[in-house]
């Protein structure tokens, strides 16, 4: 009968051969291990001095203001240390900003609305992305290049002209309805721009691409054979989909779904170039708090309230994640 | 081996052909290949073979890398489809029959197993798809995995198991959906030597007891050997000759199929006489006259190649006692000593020239221990070759 021993038996054999090679070989191996630590080390450490510098700094002297309170004066809110005539250091911290965002409804409102508009935005992403992923993945060499050229192309163009283009697409006088009409579809214009529907476009336009390349990365690791293992042993493509397809894209889906989630829950320009008055996302409260009100501590608790709607639902994930990974 | 309690179909042919099927007349192929052909645009990987192959064999297609091996498997499987002809299992034709409905199981090269998944859930994998009761399915998936022994291993990730673990949950995923043909591509070519004889055992062992029909694909001549009941010799996409291990290997058909398998000899001649029992042959290079037992259909004068295994040739320091047929002298040139038994290299003396002629190989069992390094028959020793009429076969390709 098979041994499984076997082939711990011939690990021994190979680990003992390689024992007898020189001393000379193991010192340079040594050093050259060191070398690898150390380089190790500094590459992970530049992300990390990045992150602080311009993540982390910036993220306290936010939340510095978020818990100051606003002033008509230059910066436009109170500083968070103070010195009394007696020399003594007095730290002022004003939560009224936040108690603000609890208090007026249409702040959970606006951050209720981006949550819904950026999750079913990502859902559409994904349903369209992933067939193209996949579409791309098995079509031959030449083609597969020019295919994914056309969804980093739009990157080469300004996004802003991009989204001035759907506005163009989308007016009443626009081309699209000036299409229907030629046609015959609808006899007057029907409104398309500023709408939830023109938002919806314009960030599955943008984000789409986001959502493909993190796909086709993954699935180009996927072992194709794998299809035909499955098939062989009786699954219908339907089913080979959904057991051995889905969770092994599953990392690609992840990574698609927070590149497209997170930047288009906070997007500002297109609620507010294709929304107009009747899209309000978190975003345009934000650039509004800061520059029509001047109201730098009540926007500055906006940016922090929508950081940790975001951060915190993902490391929860994480967490879980990692500790499926460890049982 | 454990006990292997499956209600399994074993077969109870009566007849004297029950281990021999295909010489029975009467007996219906399991598996007809008729005139498949498949082109990869102008590239003809597999060039209109017709071939039969009958329940409960262990069927090897051997043959060199790129050879049209995989693509052959591939299309029974249902990967491929033929660009021309057709392929019947168990009597139906399989041309628009997707591979999930067919009634073989495929082992694969890669082993093609289910990374995310736990060894008993590859093992499971097929049963669930058909719909198999849930404790059935762990029955099956039980008795399987003790039969590879790997029930310890049951709740182990492919990418924590060894290639030869690997191999084996690939053989028990297949295996467990009971299928009626099993197609392995190169299944041993990932284990070491050892690993890769002891599973040629256990692959006979498990095919005899299942009766399921084995194809096997393999470039290793001794592994198809070892293994088959009967052996098709491939090249360029087509099959050069299809017979049983002796067969192919004392009676090859051609030049090509005697040098594929094992070493051979092969001395050019030219007929001199062939009548009802027996052929004689003069050499172009030696002054030897060969003699053939089996006749083959040959002119006189008609030019071909006597070839002769390594080990049926004896080999003497004294000369024959009559000059005969079928006998050659010349000087040992090389000594490859392996222990039970050694290679000699002879080169031939050639007519009238002081030059070295061809070499021939001679395999001798070690009977007996080299005495202080030296061999019964050393190196430059003068030898007397000869071999059987019977032994040697005419080859005019
Ligand atoms: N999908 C394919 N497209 C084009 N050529 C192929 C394809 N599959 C196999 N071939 C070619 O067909 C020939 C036979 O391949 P294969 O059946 O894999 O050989 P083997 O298994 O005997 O090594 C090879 O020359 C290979 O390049
Ligand atoms: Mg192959």
């Known amino acids: 009968m098979m041994t499984p021993d076997a082939d711990n038996k011939a690990n021994i054999q190979s680990t003992h051969s390689s024992s007898v090679a020189g001393v000379g070989s193991r010192i340079t191996e040594l050093f050259f291990n060191k070398i690898h630590e150390k380089w190790r080390s500094i590459v992970v450490a530049i992300p990390f001095i990045w992150l602080l510098v311009f993540f982390l700094a910036p993220f306290f002297i936010v939340f510095k203001i978020s818990i ?7 910066p436009p809110f109170s500083s968070l240390f103070d010195w009394t005539e007696e020399g003594v250091i007095t730290v002022r911290v004003i939560f009224d900003s936040f108690l603000y965002l609890v208090e007026d409804e249409l702040y959970l409102d606006t951050y209720l609305t981006s949550i819904r508009i950026s999750s079913i935005s990502t859902l559409i992403c994904l349903l369209l992305g992933y067939p193209i992923a996949y579409a791309i993945i098995k079509s031959p060499d030449t083609t597969r290049h020019i295919l994914l050229l056309m969804v980093i192309l739009p990157f080469w163009t300004s996004f802003l002209l991009r989204v001035y283009a759907w506005m163009g697409l989308l007016a009443d006088q626009g081309t699209i309805n000036d299409l229907l009409i030629w046609l ?25 691409p986001f959502m493909i ?3 086709y990365a993954n699935m180009e690791k996927l072992d194709m054979t794998l299809h035909e293992a499955a098939a062989d042993l009786g699954a219908k493509p339907m089913s080979t989909f959904f057991t051995v397809t889905l969770p092994l894209t599953l990392p690609g889906i992840i990574a698609g779904s927070l590149l497209v989630f997170i930047p288009a829950t906070g997007e500002y320009v297109i609620p507010d170039l294709l929304g107009g008055g009747n899209v309000s996302m978190i975003g345009k409260v934000l650039y509004n708090e800061f520059n029509a009100n001047h109201d730098w501590p009540v926007a500055s608790a906006v940016a922090i309230a ?12 994480q967490h879980v994640q990692s500790k499926e990974g460890v049982s | 081996m454990t006990i292997f309690g499956f209600g399994w179909e074993i077969m109870t042919n009566e007849t004297n052909y029950q281990d021999r099927q295909w010489l029975d007349p009467d007996a219906e192929p399991f598996i007809q290949l008729r005139g498949v052909t498949k082109q990869f645009g102008s590239f003809t990987a597999v060039k209109g073979v017709d071939l039969d ?20 498997l591939r299309m029974l499987a249902g990967f491929e489809t033929p660009t021309s002809g057709t392929i019947y299992i168990d009597g139906m034709a399989m041309n628009d029959v997707p591979p999930y409905e067919r009634p073989v199981n495929m082992m694969f090269q890669s ?3 289910f990374p995310h998944m736990t060894v008993e859930s590859n093992v499971a994998y097929g049963l669930k798809r058909d719909g198999v009761k ?19 291993f049951a709740k182990r990730k492919p990418h924590q198991l060894s290639g030869g673990q690997r191999q084996r949950v690939a053989l028990a995923r297949a295996l467990v959906k009971r299928p009626k043909v099993l197609l392995l591509d190169e299944p041993l070519v990932a284990l070491d030597k050892r690993l890769r004889e002891q599973t040629q055992f256990e692959l006979m062992n498990i095919q005899d007891k299942l009766g399921v029909t084995f194809i096997v694909v393999t470039h290793d001549q001794e592994e198809a050997m070892t293994l088959s009941t009967r052996i098709a010799v491939m090249d360029q996409g087509q099959f050069m000759q299809i017979g049983t291990p002796t067969e192919i290997y004392e009676y090859p058909e051609t030049k090509l199929i005697a040098n594929f398998i094992g070493s051979v000899n092969m001395f050019e001649g030219r007929v001199v006489s062939n009548d009802d029992d027996h052929m004689l042959v003069d050499s172009v290079e030696t002054a030897c006259r060969f003699e053939l037992g089996a006749v083959a259909k040959a002119e006189k004068g008609a030019k071909l190649w006597v070839a002769v295994r390594p080990e049926k040739i004896s080999m003497s320091t004294t000369a024959p006692q009559s000059v005969g047929t079928n006998q050659i002298k010349g000087t040992v040139h090389d000594i490859g000593y392996l222990g039970n038994m050694s290679i000699y290299r002879i080169q031939l003396d050639q007519n009238g020239s002081s030059e070295g002629g061809s070499l021939v190989e001679v395999t001798v069992p070690n009977q007996v221990r080299p005495k202080d390094g030296k061999h019964a028959i050393d190196w430059d020793d003068e030898v007397y070759l000869s071999w059987h009429p019977e032994s040697s076969v005419a080859l005019f390709r």
């Open chain 1, 306 to 317: 929508l950081l940790l709607a975001l951060v915190v639902p993902m490391m929860i994930y």
């Open chain 2, 134 to 152: 849930k404790s059935e399915i762990a029955e099956r998936v039980d008795a399987m995995l003790s039969m590879v022994e790997l029930s310890d």
């Open chain 1, 68 to 74: 100051a309170e606003s002033l008509i004066a230059s």
């Open chain 1, 213 to 215: 390349l993190p796909l």
């Open chain 2, 53 to 72: 192959i009958y329940k409960g064999e262990l069927f090897s297609l051997l043959g060199g890398s790129g050879c049209g091996k995989t693509t052959l």
């Open chain 2, 111 to 113: 082993y093609a197993l």
């Open chain 1, 184 to 208: 015959g579809i609808i006899d007057k214009p029907i409104r398309l721009l500023y709408s939830h529907f023109a938002v919806y476009v314009g960030i599955v336009y943008t984000y789409i």
